[in-house]
């Protein structure tokens, strides 16, 4: 998407009264989870330099909140849980968070309110399948990214050119969050041990850990800093996006594990099967 400005564009032409903006760990935190998949051309603006521009200056102002909402899969469901949990702002730390990493706020947004969102956004989109997307609402899932990886994504066609099960898994795999621990920092990138997603023609689990190797930091860009040996971290496709604590790696953990079991054991039609089977 083109005309929207960059950090330094935004403030030269329209600077937020003072006290408008949103604390800038919100919407920081999104950009280092949204910027990955944005920079490969699969979500978001196409002008993935504008939001690269904001990872580098660390600075918060309308630019980049015209940004985020130009998010058409990740926006709506910032506002979901920001409308079901009482918050004013989408980009509030406490609702980017619960939707990339995970928290009890998950919890509290009532089930009507996640129906109803997943019926505006995809009932058309889906057409007859919709009711096989809408199981995964009822079976409790809920607004975290794995459920738009493992429960939405199969059923809206972002899967369906990838037929063969081995590259499907593989996207996947790589645009769930995942977690890993860093082993050694080489320069800007960092050996990761991860545990991958598998399949074994009907159930999907996560495997043994394995080494794999992540971007730090490319051509001046860096999403996560600090990072050294022994750190757990969370990685968005090739990209290491922060340090996780241990109350976000365990978050983190149980809200993909429950979407791998809705999925697996809990749904009558799961998405995942129409796609890897």
Not at 31 to 39: G, I, L, T
Not at 135 to 151: R, Y
Not at 203 to 212: D, K, M, V, W
Request: net charge neutral; charged share 20%; glycine share 10%.
């Amino acid at each position: 998407m083109t005309g929207i400005p960059g950090p330094t564009q935004a403030r030269a032409q329209a600077p937020p009264p003072t006290g408008t903006m949103p604390d800038t760990s919100g919407p920081l935190m999104f950009v280092r989870y949204a910027y990955p998949p944005n920079s490969l051309g699969y979500c978001g603006p196409a002008d993935f330099a504008a939001l690269r521009e904001y990872a580098v200056a660390g600075v918060v102002d309308h630019g980049l909140v015209q940004l985020a909402q130009a998010f058409a899969g990740a926006w709506p469901y910032l506002e979901l849980i920001a409308h079901g949990c009482g918050i004013a702002d989408p980009l509030d730390r406490r609702v980017v968070e619960a939707y990339w990493v995970g928290s009890g706020l998950l919890d509290a947004i009532p089930v009507t309110e996640i129906g109803d969102s997943m019926r505006e956004r995809f009932r058309r989109r889906v057409g007859s399948d919709f009711p096989f997307l809408a199981e995964g609402v009822l079976a409790g899932g809920v607004p975290h990214h794995s459920f738009a990886v493992f429960c939405v994504y199969p059923w809206t066609g972002l899967l369906r050119d990838d037929r063969k099960a081995k590259h499907a898994l593989m996207v996947l795999d790589r645009c769930r969050i995942r977690w890993g621990r860093v082993t050694a920092v080489l320069g800007d990138q960092a050996a990761v041990e991860c545990r991958p997603l598998c399949w074994d023609g009907r159930l999907l689990s996560l495997g043994e850990p394995a080494a794999e190797t992540a971007r730090l930091a490319l051509d001046g860009t860096t999403l996560a800093r600090g990072v050294g040996p022994g750190d757990w971290v969370s990685l968005h496709w090739d990209w290491i996006c922060d340090r996780l604590t241990e109350r976000q790696l365990r978050a983190l953990r149980g809200f993909t594990l429950r979407h791998l079991d809705l999925v697996n054991h809990r749904v009558e039609h799961p998405g995942t099967l129409a796609v890897l089977g």
